[in-house]
């Protein structure tokens, strides 16, 4: 080989062992990356939070001139003791709200899961809501609540299995 030729094949079996390598270590991160199971959770968490939010919304919004739509939205958001619950209390609790004719609007101000099994398929939830109250006549008096709620996913969907107010404050006595 001549002075010329052997440095320039030097160099380019240099260039071909750094591409080699940049390749390598490209393909590493890439199936490092795609083998993650912290894309997964956070989506399965998201995916809680959001349902969760969305059902207890729904379980605090009922409108009694739609009332049928209204309590078939709570039966569809919510599954197991809760869901039976529901379904087993509909007729005498369409009468009661009939006759009080109210009208309860609910906005969610913020949600946090406090746990999730996404293997298991259990989450909890705590919600923070507004809910509107109006009377019959009119009136409407608004209260802020906490709601804690257990989920459980169903057919790929997450679901209210148990409902409930959160404490507030100290609920610890002193004797």
């Known amino acids: 080989m001549d002075r010329i030729g052997r440095p320039l094949l ?44 969305q059902a207890v919304q729904n379980l605090n919004t009922l409108d009694h001139k739609k009332l049928a739509d209204g309590l078939d939205l709570w039966e569809t958001s919510t599954t197991g003791a809760l869901h039976t619950q529901l379904v087993d209390g509909r007729s005498a609790f369409e009468k009661q709200v009939r006759e009080a004719k109210t009208v309860s609007t609910a906005k969610v101000l913020d949600g946090a899961l406090t746990e999730l099994d996404a293997r298991a398929g259990k989450a909890r939830v705590l919600v923070a809501l507004r ?45």
């Open 10 to 53: 030097l160099a380019a079996l240099a260039l071909t062992l750094v591409a080699a390598a940049f390749a390598a270590w490209g393909g590493w991160s890439w199936y490092g990356a795609a083998h993650d199971d912290t894309a997964s959770y956070a989506t399965a968490r998201d995916n809680a939070l959001e349902a969760g939010e």
């Open 131 to 175: 809910v509107t109250v109006t009377a019959s006549g009119g009136k409407s008096s608004e209260k802020d609540s906490r709601m804690l709620g257990e989920l459980t996913r169903t057919d790929g969907h997450w679901k209210l299995s148990a409902l409930g107010q959160a404490p507030v404050g100290d609920t610890a006595t002193t004797d």
